[in-house]
Each structure stands twice: as C-alpha cells, then as structure tokens.
C-alpha cells in the first residue's frame, strides 16, 4: 500500500535550519506531487508547498518563499523539506502527503520545535 | 487571498446526521476535498471532488458542493467520527487552502 514514513523530531535553536525527510513507498515515486503541510499545537493546517519529484519543480507558499526549500532524491523515493531562519512560531508538526489534486495519503508527521 | 470559513464545532447524538460547513466564494465552481483528523493522528481524506468517498471510508460519509457553500454530511454518526475535519480546495491566486477546522463532538 502507498505509506510516507517521515523523520524523527527535532529540536532547533531559532535561525537554525532543519531538513524533515519523507520516504515513500508502494507506488512509484516520481509519478505523483509531494506537498508539504504544518500544524502547530491546537490550529489548522497550512500548507507550505509541492514539489515535483519527476523534474523537481516547486512551489511555495507566499509565506514561506526564502525559507523554504524542497527536494527529493528519486534513487531512494525519497522528498525532503528544509526550512531555515527558525523562529518559535515554526514549532509545529509538519506532514508531506502525496497528491496533485488531493492529498492522500499524509506521512506520520514531524515534530519540530524551535526553543532556545 | 481565497478563504474558507468552517464553523469552529459542531455538536451530535449518535445515530444522528452531522453537517458540516465550509463557506467560500463561489465555492461551488472549485473541487472541494474534506479530511478528517484524530487527535494525534494524520489527516485522512473522506471525500474528494465535492462528493466522492476513498476506497474504505464508508458510505456514511456525503459531500455536496453549491453556490458559497460546501457541506460534509455524516450520517448516523458514531462515536468514532469525532475528530476535526477540514476542507480544502486549490485557487489559482492562493494555491491549496484549507478551512480553518470543524471539531466534531458526538454527545
């Protein structure tokens, strides 16, 4: 079956960098979109942006356009998501989920807090 | 920016049918996807392009797609339905956007 498994939580001091990796399996990798989605503690969800993993096009959100970066690695079905300049409103789970016109289904998530 | 408005809850009785807004204009010209998400869990998506339902997730579970307005139908709900459900829907001036939550209580 289609399963995202994602990379462990993080712990980061703020203008830091973290990379949350997402390893798909089950379907073929570079056949379908890779979004990114955060939520912090008790609020909604928010997506970040999509990549591409056949030809690596992305897009991201307006909030996040110079922080944000997505790649992948297609030899390991593998998508990555780096956010820098870390502040304490980044702590939040974030989740990749396949799918160009919807999401299903979402890796576990991600815990990343940002605490100095 | 496009935005979709949710009521923050919606209360039921079992066996009972729950609706579920999510308001935007001219929703009805957009495909709408709704997901449900357990505490501690990932969103899992019940229904694609307004009304259609995932291999699994039951018959219980309706979309429909009008006008400002989307709506989430859950019939004779039960006590596992409670979660938060969020709509979603892609707008070319503000990519994918999600609604801001609906938290299901079964009474």
């Known amino acids: 079956q289609v399963q995202l498994v994602q990379s462990g939580a993080e712990v980061k001091k703020p203008g830091a960098s973290v990379k949350v990796s997402c390893k798909a399996s089950?379907?073929?990798?570079?056949?379908?979109?890779i979004n990114w989605v955060r939520q912090a503690t008790g609020q909604g969800l928010e997506w970040m942006g999509w990549?591409?993993?056949?030809?690596?096009?992305?897009g991201y959100a307006q909030k996040f356009q110079g922080r944000v970066t997505m790649t992948r690695n297609t030899s390991i079905s593998t998508a990555y998501m780096e956010l820098s300049s870390l502040r304490s409103e980044d702590t939040a789970v974030y989740y990749c989920?396949?799918?160009?016109?919807?999401?299903?289904?979402w890796g576990q998530g991600t815990l990343v807090t940002v605490s100095s | 920016s496009y935005v979709l408005t949710q009521p923050p809850s919606v209360s039921v009785a079992p066996g009972q049918t729950a609706r579920i807004t999510c308001g935007g204009n001219?929703?009805?010209?957009?495909?709408v996807h709704w997901y449900q998400q357990k505490p501690g869990q990932a969103p899992v998506l019940v229904v694609y392009?307004?009304?259609d339902r995932p291999s699994g997730i039951p018959e219980r579970f309706s979309g429909s797609n009008s006008g400002n307005t989307a709506t989430l139908t859950i019939s004779r709900v039960e006590a596992g339905d409670e979660a938060d459900y969020y709509c979603?829907?892609?707008?070319?001036?503000?990519?994918?956007?999600f609604g801001g939550g609906t938290k299901l209580t079964v009474l």
């Open positions: 989920a396949v799918g160009g016109n919807w999401f299903d289904p």
């Open positions: 089950g379907y073929t990798f570079t056949s379908y979109d």
């Open positions: 990549m591409n993993p056949n030809s690596g096009n992305t």
């Open positions: 001219n929703i009805g010209s957009k495909s």
């Open positions: 392009d307004d009304s």
């Open positions: 979603q829907v892609w707008d070319s001036s503000s990519d994918w956007v």
